[in-house]
């Protein structure tokens, strides 16, 4: 299911039309894109991080939404769902916070505060 979500926003960012488009960026046969869209394949772990990083997605939320797709259990499944589910809710506040670290480096405090919200607003 997630898998899907990812090679559809891969193909999205790089305006592709073609999921064969999607496998050369991979280096994969065409029909490995197919297997991994029917579930028959699962994409590894590396052809994740590839494409989160090409579609601007954490890769950390890519990889575990992969694993919660590899996973036959629902109980298992839905902890990683879990997991994923609270790492992206954490992401906008780690941002802010990261933003507001980095800027307070860069220059006085007022310049920390205009630094800070030109990165919340980016």
């Given amino acids: 299911m997630y898998q ?6 891969y193909k999205k960012a790089k305006n ?11 280096d994969l046969d065409g029909p490995k894109i197919s297997k991994i869209r029917k579930g028959v ?12 990083q090409g579609a601007n997605i954490d890769p950390e939320l890519a990889l575990l939404g992969c694993h919660a797709d590899r996973n ?3 109980m298992i499944k839905n902890m ?10 954490q992401g ?11 800027a307070m480096w860069i220059g006085t405090p007022k310049e920390a505060m205009a630094q800070c919200a030109l ?3 980016c």
């Fill in 119 to 121: 990165c919340i607003l």
């Fill in 41 to 52: 394949r699962q994409l590894s772990d590396k052809e994740a991080i590839f494409l989160a």
């Fill in 72 to 74: 036959e259990n629902p």
């Fill in 16 to 26: 592709y039309v073609q999921d064969k488009q999607i496998a050369h960026d991979l």
């Fill in 92 to 102: 906008l506040q780690r941002l802010s916070m990261a933003c507001g670290g980095l």
């Fill in 80 to 89: 990683w769902e879990s997991i994923a589910k609270k790492l992206n809710s």
């Fill in 4 to 9: 899907d979500k990812l090679l559809d926003a």
